[in-house]
């Protein structure tokens, strides 16, 4: 009996060291109003794609009206997973191959496999309820002193190859945010992310498990990663999808490695000019195909290579109406 | 050359006799509202219309206001007879006013005769707020108001809209709260039509809002009834709006106007951050200042159809037809 035990153990462990082999993404959404059960679904169905690997992070989007709802949401994905790892924001919306969600959703992100995930969180930043045409400099500077704060404790910064940072900071300003994380990090660290919905009332950032305002949150990935990163502008319906097939399509062929993720943190504003949701998701697939895992959230500003022209497209920026399209491969 | 000298000089002649004031520019510009704060870099629309029977060719420079960044500075046009076109224009940096006006300039070079066109510009947009209807206006404080005068009377309109309800305060200025004082408003989809025709069916959600007894909201169209219906003085009684909350408030001087309505029972909208949608709205004051038309703070021209607006029993209508209900708007975040 010990004997068997033992070699069950060891194929079991064989077995997971085989699956995790590089990195892991993985990806799930679900819809219900009930929220627990929409964030429960979504955990459920992840885990049974992941196949046993343990996530390492989750990046938890949802799009519930308020904050009890969103609470239950991340409940329900803590019946599945540890809290400790629930990470993430809300948003106007979301898409995943399984389609576009914007009402009473959550889809999340897993990270796993043989891949370095460090996590740094800063809340109390001292920007809430500040405003950019009356309290300029206090902002500016609160923001700032977030982002440095937040870059401050990735120990390993040096050797990231994408940091995904998630804030309730919105366009314009999330800006001052990404540049108090680049006086620690450098401008050459390919940076993505998105701000989180800023509607009244619904402007959190999800750390272990819990909903926060006034703060952000930085997921560093460390370890043999190949990281393209596009940034598309669009501001009509036409634009919004002939730049997301674009700008999907210039991320896969900037990337030799085989491709293991696509992440796209797109913006509402884009959202809000479709005339059709699923347009600008069926213009991604056209471009990365409908296997490869798919992440995409529409957000309050984005971070990523700017697309207006008179900025420099390999450092990365906050900025509003883009689509930031990354293709990670191993 | 000649021949568009002929044509300006009909406009001209035309221009007299309607005692119209402007100089006669043979391209008609109006310049849409935003539909989302300026500061967030949105998009800047212009329609231009050729109002001659020759091909116009012209140059136009905006200016908007001092330390905006607009692309592209200048613009060539090309439009046939009678045509008309939307142009475009990236406001790249902008910031936004407290009171809400914005105003802006176009020059437009036509060969070589010049002429301008002045506007002042809203933010005509409809921030996410839940407020509560309850004759308490100082929730209100963070939507984006619209203001006109009439007569030296003042109104001003704001919005709010979230998953469940689209909501709307309105402030009116008026010596008193009468009986046959009302709101008239209509909401309808983004680039939305008034249809000239009485066989057509409607666009728009079309609502009355009366000051009687705290306050009654009646829905008189929806999308897809018949227009036939328009020109009928209907009992209002007949159409109460459902799931409606209403709270009219006198304060003063003001008539305070708070109402919500279910927006899930308006799903044509396709209600979004950053969607736009149709709306105008009328104040009815017929022992004050008359009709009050917030479609005349947006350069609109004259409603193309008697169809725009639908009349009910007890409804005084001045002898020049309102303006057009489709005033370009839209749903946009929380401001802060």
Redesign the interface.
């Known amino acids: 009996m010990t004997h068997k035990l033992v070699t069950i153990t060891l194929v079991s462990l064989l077995a997971n060291t085989l699956m995790a082999a590089g990195p892991v993404f993985e990806t799930s959404m679900a819809e219900n109003e009930n929220a627990f059960n929409a964030g429960q679904t979504a955990a459920r169905k992840l885990r049974d794609k992941l196949k046993g690997v343990t996530p390492k992070a989750l990046i938890v989007t949802e799009c519930f009206?308020d904050r009890a709802q969103k609470a239950d949401v991340l409940k329900g994905v803590a019946s599945v997973f540890p809290k400790k790892i629930i990470h993430g924001g809300s948003a106007?919306?979301m898409y995943t191959q399984a389609g576009v969600l914007?009402?009473d959703a959550v889809s999340i992100l897993a990270i796993g496999g043989e891949l370095g995930v460090d996590i740094a969180f800063v809340d109390h930043m001292g920007a809430a309820?500040l405003?950019?045409?009356t309290q300029k400099d206090q902002l500016v500077n609160a923001l700032r002193q977030g982002g440095k704060t937040l870059a401050q404790q990735l120990a390993e910064s040096r050797k990231g190859m994408l940091l995904i940072l998630i804030g309730d900071a919105?366009?314009?300003k999330n800006q001052f945010l990404l540049d108090g994380v680049q006086t620690v990090v450098g401008k050459t660290l390919p940076i993505t992310g998105g701000s989180v919905?800023?509607?009244?009332?619904?402007n959190f950032v999800f750390h272990q498990g819990e909903l926060t305002q006034d703060s952000a949150i930085a997921i560093l990935l460390t370890g043999s990663l190949e990281v393209s990163l596009v940034g598309r502008q669009a501001?009509?319906n036409d634009q919004v999808i002939s730049t997301a097939r674009e700008g999907a399509a210039t991320a896969m062929k900037s990337i030799k490695a085989k491709p293991a993720a696509f992440l796209a943190f797109d913006c509402?504003?884009?959202?809000?000019?479709l005339d059709r949701l699923e347009d600008e998701l069926e213009a991604i697939q056209a471009s990365v195909g409908k296997e490869i895992p798919l992440y995409g959230c529409y957000c309050?500003g984005e971070f990523g290579p700017s697309d207006?022209g008179n900025t420099d497209t390999s450092t990365s920026t906050g900025c509003?109406?883009h689509i930031m399209a990354s293709v990670l491969g191993h | 050359m000649n021949t568009l000298r002929t044509a300006r000089i009909v406009i001209l002649l035309m221009s007299s006799i309607t005692g119209a004031a402007e100089n006669a520019c043979p391209v008609r510009l109006r310049v849409h509202n935003f539909t989302?704060n300026p500061?967030?870099?949105?998009?800047s629309e212009m329609t231009a219309t050729n109002l001659t029977n020759v091909p116009v060719r012209a140059e136009l420079r905006a200016h908007y206001p001092a330390g905006w960044v607009v692309a592209p500075a200048t613009q060539k046009l090309s439009l046939a007879p009678g045509e008309s076109t939307v142009l475009?224009l990236?406001i790249?940096k902008a910031?936004?006013s407290?009171e809400n006006i914005y105003p802006m300039t176009l020059d437009i070079l036509v060969g070589e005769d010049h002429y301008t066109h002045t506007q002042h510009l809203v933010c005509a947009s409809t921030?996410?707020?839940?407020p509560a209807i309850d004759g308490d206006l100082s929730e209100w404080n963070?939507a984006i108001p619209v203001s006109m005068t009439t007569r030296d009377k003042t109104t001003v309109v704001r919005s709010y809209w979230?998953?469940?309800q689209f909501c709307l305060g309105v402030d009116v200025q008026e010596d008193a709260l009468t009986d046959h004082d009302a709101l008239q408003f209509a909401l309808a989809p983004g680039k939305s039509k008034t249809p000239t025709s009485h066989e057509a069916k409607s666009t728009r959600y079309e609502f009355v809002v009366t000051g009687r007894e705290g306050g009654t909201c009646y829905q008189l169209l929806s999308p897809g009834d018949l227009l036939t219906q328009v020109s009928d003085a209907r009992d209002l009684n007949a159409f109460p709006a459902k799931d409606a909350t209403v709270r009219v408030v006198r304060k003063g001087q003001i008539t305070h106007y708070e109402l919500a309505l279910n927006l899930r029972a308006m799903r044509a909208l396709r209600a979004?951050?950053?969607?736009?949608y149709c709306f105008s709205l009328l104040v009815h004051d017929p022992t004050g200042t008359g009709l009050r038309d917030l479609g005349s703070i947006m350069r609109l021209h004259p409603a193309e159809s008697d169809l725009a607006w639908s009349n009910w029993k007890g409804a005084r209508w001045p002898l020049k037809k309102p303006l057009d209900n489709k005033v370009e708007f839209?749903?946009c975040?929380?401001i802060?």
């Open positions: 009206e106007y919306g914007d009402i309820g405003s950019l045409e919105h366009s314009p919905c800023k509607n009244a009332g619904q501001k009509s509402g504003g884009r959202m809000g000019k309050a207006t509003g109406w | 989302v500061s967030t870099g949105p998009v475009s990236a790249e910031m936004d407290i921030p996410y707020y839940r963070d979230n998953k469940k979004t951050a950053g969607r736009e839209g749903f975040s929380s802060h």
